[in-house]
C-alpha cells in the first residue's frame, strides 16, 4: 500500500490552521470585499443566507434568516459576468449521492478546469445550445459532463457553482442529466487546503465573521451539495475522472462504486486517520484526481496501462481534465484517452462533444471540429 504522500499531510496541517476574524471591511490583509454570494448556511432550525451586495455605492453585508421548514420558499438571486443580468435558484428539496455507472445519451458534452471563469463556462454553454440566453437549460435530455476545477483562482466561482446547482434541477426537469465529478481543487477547498483560492474570498469569509472552510463544509448548502458528486464515473462506454487511471490503481481492481463510496467518506476529513484499505491510494498522487502520467512525469502511461484500465471498467475511452497540454482538446494512446483541460482564461475555450457515436472538440461558437492526437 502507498504511503500518505507529502501533500495530504500538507492539507491536513492548513485545516487546522484558523482564519483570524477580522472587522467587516475593510478585510485584515486589505483585499477589497466585491459583489459575491449567495451563501446558504445552516444552524440548527434556522437558515442564513447572506450576499456581500452593493447598495448607495457601497458595498456591505446582507442577510436574510429563516426557518429550515420553509426552505422551499428561498428563491435565491445570482449575479452574472453580464452587466444587470442574474438568474435565480431554487434550493433543492433534497441532496442526493450520484450513482457511479450511467447509460450513455445520445448527446453529451464535457467541460472541465474552469476554475472560476464565468464567462468562459457561460459562453461555452451557451454557444452550444447547453443553456439560453437567460441561463435556463434547453440540451434537452442530453448530458451535461464536468470534470473537475470548477474552483479556485478565478473571481466568479461562487456563480459559477449556483448555475451548475441550478442546472442539475432544470436538466433532470427535461430527461437530462448534469454530472459533476469532483478534481484535486474542489477536495483542497473541503478539506482545508486553500492555497489556490482567490484572495477576494477570504476576505469575503472574514467579512461573515467565518472560516474560508465552513463555506464548504456541511453546514454550507453548497458543502453538502458537493459531498454528493464523485471522482469517477462511467457513462456508457466512456469512463470519466479528473486526473486519470493510474498502474496502481489498475492493480488494486477497485470497483467504481468503491472508489467513490470510500473516497467521500474522507473529502472533509482534517485528521489524516484513513483506516480503509484504499483510502492512501485514493488520496495520493495516484488517485482519480491527482494522476498525470498520462501526459508527462516518470514512468509515463503505456498503452498497456491505457488498455488495461478500459478493460478493467469495461470502458472505450478515458476523458480527463486536470492537465494541459494544448490550447485545445487533444487525444491519446490511440484516441483511447482525451484530454479537454485547457486555457479557459487566455480565451482558448474548448470542450468535447459527443453526438451519437462520434466525437468532436468545440468552441464557444458551437463549431465542431477534428480531435487531434498528440501522438
Request: proline fraction near 3%.
Amino acid at each position: 500500500m502507498l504511503k500518505i504522500l507529502t501533500i495530504i499531510i500538507a492539507t491536513v496541517l492548513l485545516a487546522w490552521i484558523k482564519i483570524p476574524s477580522a472587522k467587516q471591511q475593510p478585510p485584515a490583509d486589505g483585499t477589497p470585499l466585491t459583489i459575491d454570494g449567495p451563501y446558504v448556511l445552516y444552524k440548527g432550525d434556522s437558515i442564513l443566507v447572506q450576499y456581500i451586495d452593493s447598495a448607495n455605492g457601497q458595498l456591505s453585508l446582507r442577510s436574510k434568516h429563516l426557518e429550515q421548514s420553509k426552505k422551499d420558499q428561498l428563491q435565491l438571486e445570482v449575479q452574472t459576468d453580464e452587466a444587470g443580468k442574474t438568474f435565480k435558484v431554487k434550493l433543492q428539496p433534497t441532496l442526493n449521492i450520484q450513482k457511479s455507472s450511467y447509460n450513455k445519451p445520445k448527446k453529451m458534452l464535457v467541460v472541465s478546469d474552469i476554475e472560476g471563469e464565468f464567462s468562459a463556462f457561460r459562453k461555452l454553454l451557451q454557444g452550444n445550445a447547453v443553456i439560453d440566453a437567460n441561463y435556463q437549460w434547453i440540451f434537452g435530455d442530453g448530458h451535461l459532463v464536468l470534470v473537475g476545477d470548477f474552483v479556485d483562482r478565478g473571481t466568479m466561482v461562487t456563480e459559477v457553482l449556483w448555475l451548475i446547482y441550478s442546472l442539475e434541477s432544470q436538466a433532470e426537469a427535461a430527461g437530462g442529466k448534469v454530472h459533476y465529478i469532483l478534481g484535486n481543487h474542489e477536495i483542497m477547498n473541503m478539506n482545508g487546503d486553500h492555497h489556490y483560492v482567490h484572495p477576494r474570498y477570504i476576505a469575503h469569509a472574514d467579512s461573515m465573521h467565518i472560516s474560508y472552510l465552513k463555506l464548504f463544509s456541511q453546514q454550507a448548502e453548497l458543502g453538502r451539495w458537493l459531498a454528493t458528486k464523485n471522482i469517477t464515473e462511467r457513462i456508457g462506454n466512456v469512463l470519466f475522472a479528473h486526473g486519470g487511471f493510474s498502474p496502481y490503481m489498475n492493480d488494486a481492481q477497485i470497483p467504481l462504486k468503491a472508489i467513490n463510496d470510500t473516497a467521500r467518506i474522507y473529502y472533509s476529513d482534517t485528521s489524516s486517520r484513513f483506516p480503509s484499505v484504499y483510502s492512501e491510494l485514493l488520496f495520493s498522487d495516484e488517485s482519480p484526481f491527482w494522476y498525470r502520467g498520462y501526459y508527462y512525469g516518470k514512468p509515463r502511461a503505456t498503452q498497456s496501462q491505457v488498455d488495461s484500465t478500459l478493460n478493467i471498467y469495461d470502458c472505450k475511452y478515458i476523458v480527463t481534465g486536470h492537465t494541459v497540454i494544448a490550447n485545445e482538446v487533444v487525444s491519446a494512446y490511440k484516441g483511447r484517452v482525451i484530454d479537454i483541460d485547457v486555457h479557459h482564461k487566455e480565451g482558448h475555450s474548448e470542450a468535447l462533444l459527443f453526438d451519437g457515436a462520434k466525437s468532436y472538440r468545440v468552441n464557444a461558437k458551437g463549431e465542431q471540429m477534428t480531435i487531434t492526437s498528440m501522438h
